[in-house]
């Protein structure tokens, strides 16, 4: 194995074989590796943007006709004179497999959640809540499609309906469409992958972000899910094609694929690229909510790489060899294999662990399961770029 690893990392590269440090082969697979010593120039303070809620959707605007939340985040009186919080409300995107689902079970069954459980096949996800035992009293089921921005403020309008408070957003749901030669795209246009991953996510986030400051909840988060291999510091980021924005020109053009590339940087269409890319906007975008609203609003960005989930139905347009080989590769030598019901702990307690309440955090797990915040590759950390990504997709999304 070490033999294995080592003879495809850079000669540059040292790893502790055994060890104490955070970054020893054994305890990182060799996942979590950085491959250069790039210090983030992520400065929260220097850089964080003036507050700009925009005018339209978020933030200020009318107040609406109803109002969410109701019940008091902390309940006084039980017989023993102890504090006990209220049902938490986390509202999780494609929870109907994979990740979401692990996650909405493991909150589900703490009793102290509620998982608004946002789904584009609500009998699929009614079906896999009900297989793995969730109990109807711990979850909802509402319809989102994030490849359409119209299911999305629709979603949104459904939501606050329903009057329930929003304490927690997970974004999670994702495509990847590795092996398609055209690129397809959503209800408005865009390339599916970064569509649906990045772009539904945000109109999503941004028009949520009113509802997650009116909670009364002691611990707001609002949390995306990245992924190592948008992280071109990692040996996994480096297998190709590799993630980069380049200088935005597609995203600038609407990624349609007519007139401009269906691509972010402008190149070729290429389905694993797309994706990579589409993670590296979720985590710059992380950064630039933190940036932007975390000192006014308290609420806590994250994003995560929550390990190697081989057995997911993210692969399930991949090959059938590679759907084969993937989860004993990630086993055995990798070793960056994670069951799904672990990674499932592992984003739960992200969502509600009151000692990850760090904000501007992307955190990995290392190979006891202990959480620690990682190293953002040099592009996925690019503040400049963060910026221009913000401000390019509240053009594309309506918000601008
Ligand atoms: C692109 O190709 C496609 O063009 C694109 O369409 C999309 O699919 C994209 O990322 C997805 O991939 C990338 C291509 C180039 O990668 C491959 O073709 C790799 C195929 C291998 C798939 C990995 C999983 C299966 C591994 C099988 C292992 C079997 C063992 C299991 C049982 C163990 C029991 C003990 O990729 C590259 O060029 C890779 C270059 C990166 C680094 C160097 C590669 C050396 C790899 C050595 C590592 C370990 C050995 C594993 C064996 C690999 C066999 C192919
Ligand atoms: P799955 O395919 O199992 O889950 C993806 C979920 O997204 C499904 O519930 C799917 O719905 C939903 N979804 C897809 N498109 C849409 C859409 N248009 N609208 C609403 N929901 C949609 O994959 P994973 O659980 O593996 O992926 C979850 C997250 O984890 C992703 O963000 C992925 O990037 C990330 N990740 C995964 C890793 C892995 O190794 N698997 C590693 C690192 C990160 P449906 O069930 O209807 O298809
Ligand atoms: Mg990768 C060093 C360890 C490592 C880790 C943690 C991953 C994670 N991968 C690693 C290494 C390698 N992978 C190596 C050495 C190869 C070449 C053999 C390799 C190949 C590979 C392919 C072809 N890996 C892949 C693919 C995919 O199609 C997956 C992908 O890129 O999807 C975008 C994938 C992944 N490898 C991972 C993880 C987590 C994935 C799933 C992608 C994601 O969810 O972001």
Known sequence: MALQASSILPSTLSIHKEGKSSFSLKENGFLGVCLNNHKSDFNPTVLRAKIQFDQKNTAVGPIRAQTAATTPSVTPATPQGKKTLRKGSVVITGASSGLGLATAKALAETGK?????????FLKAERAAKSVGMNKENYTIMHLDLASLDSVRQFVDNF???GRPLDVLVCNAAVYLPT???PTFTAEGF???????????????????????????????????????????????????KANLGDLRGLAGGLNGLNTSAMIDGGEFDGAKAYKDSKVCNMLTMQEYHRRFHEETGITFASLYPGCIATTGLFREHIPLFRLLFPPF????????VSEEESGKRLAQVVSEPSLTKSGVYWS????????????SQEASDAEKAKKVWELSEKLVGLA
Not at 113 to 121: E, L, S, T, Y
Not at 203 to 217: G, P, T, V
Not at 330 to 337: A, E, N, P, S
Not at 365 to 376: T, V
């Open 113 to 121: 959640w509620h998982v608004i459980m946002a789904c584009r096949d």
């Open 365 to 376: 797990w290392n190979k006891d399961s202990a959480s620690f915040e990682n190293q953002l």
């Open 191 to 241: 390339e599916l992958s970064v569509g649906t991953n990045h772009l539904g996510h945000f109109l999503l986030s941004r028009l949520l972000l009113e509802d997650l400051q009116q909670s009364d909840y002691p611990s707001k988060r609002l949390i995306i899910v990245g992924s190592i291999t948008g992280n071109t510091n990692t040996l996994a980021g480096n297998v190709p094609p």
């Open 180 to 182: 398609a030669k055209e």
């Open 160 to 162: 606050r309906r329903s």
């Open 330 to 337: 990630q086993k055995y030598i990798t070793k960056g294999f």
